[in-house]
Structures are given as C-alpha cells and as structure tokens.
C-alpha cells in the first residue's frame, strides 16, 4: 500500500500531536488529513518552516493547556441533568449522546466540540452517569449526569416497588369490597 510522510499542524488522535512527522496511506493523507488543514506533505520547505514556527507552536500550547486547565477547573463541580420520556425498567425512549452533552454543556457557558465528549455509548438507562471531556490532550474532566423520566418517573426499582405497593392496595380494596357486600347482605 502507499504510504506517504506529512506534518501534522495539529494534534490528531490515535496519530500524534502538533509538530510530528508521521508516517500515514496515501489516501488517508490525500481524503482526511491535507483537505482539514490537520497536515502537510513533510517536505524540507515544509520541515523548516514548522521549526522557525516551533517557538509560537510551544506558546500556543501552553496558553491552550492554560486556558483548558481553567476550564477544568470551573467545570470541576457541574452537573447535567437531562429528562427523557421512559419505557418500562427504566430505559429510555432513543438515548443521551455526546451531541446532548455538548449541547448541554454550551447552554451552562462552555463551548466544548462534541467529540471532546466521550461515552463508550450513548446512555440509554435513568441514573447517575459520569462522562468524560476531554478539553486538551492532558487534561481531562469528569461531568456526572443524571437522567430521570419525564413527570418525575421513577428508576427501574422503584417503578417496580411502586407497582407492588399499588397491587397490594388492590388486593386489600378488594378485601374491603366483599366485607362491606356481605355487610350490605345482613343488612
């Protein structure tokens, strides 16, 4: 297969950060990465150009890790809650994605792209849930998320404890309804 040598001008996941030169297939290169502005053909020019720009690349790394680690930190006691409609067991009618997080997320004041926002899948139970934001490569932060049911419908055990205490209400209305037919009989 072709394989072709670029200079990643950003940081790209699963492949390196800002400033490597890196090894990728040809079309991966020609389809994804030159079309995004994410990277150039690593050729000498190219090379040196980035190492003159390497000075600005640094302070422009430590302000964004700056700024991310503020973020972190005011985003450090935030909770999002999300109401759904919900079927029986507590499961849910479609799901909270990472799109519902980072809308959730710009609706408090933070502008966080949705695939900063990381679920192994999308949730798709009631309950407590943590999500992970990735807002720098190093820094990381932890968002608990609490989805309930519409109308304040309960979790999964509890909508079974209430259905139980409302049979046995059934059950002792039904006592109460023979008891008084026999008592209209004697009557």
Not at 14 to 33: C, D, H, M, Q, S
Not at 50 to 70: D, H
């Amino acid at each position: 297969m072709a394989t072709t040598t670029v200079l990643l001008r950003e940081d790209v996941d699963n492949l390196g950060a800002r400033g490597e030169i890196v090894k990728v297939k040809a079309g991966f290169a020609r389809n994804y990465l030159l079309p995004r502005k994410l990277a150039v053909e690593a050729t000498p020019g190219n090379v040196r150009q980035i190492e003159a720009e390497r000075g600005a690349l640094l302070k422009r790394e430590a302000r964004e890790r700056a700024t991310a680690e503020a973020q972190s930190a005011q985003m450090k006691d935030l909770r999002l809650d999300f109401v759904r409609k919900v079927g029986e067991h507590g499961l849910l009618y479609g799901s909270v994605t990472a799109m519902h997080v980072a809308d959730a997320l710009k609706e408090k004041g933070y502008e966080v792209d949705r695939r900063r926002v990381h679920l192994s899948e999308p949730i798709k139970e009631t309950g407590e849930h943590t999500v992970s934001v990735r807002l720098h490569r190093d820094v990381t932060v932890e968002i608990p998320v609490a989805v309930t049911g519409e109308g304040g419908a309960q979790t999964a055990g509890a909508t079974e404890a209430a259905a139980e205490n409302a049979e046995g209400e059934g059950a002792n209305a039904g006592a109460e309804n023979e008891a008084n037919a026999a008592a209209a009989e004697n009557a």
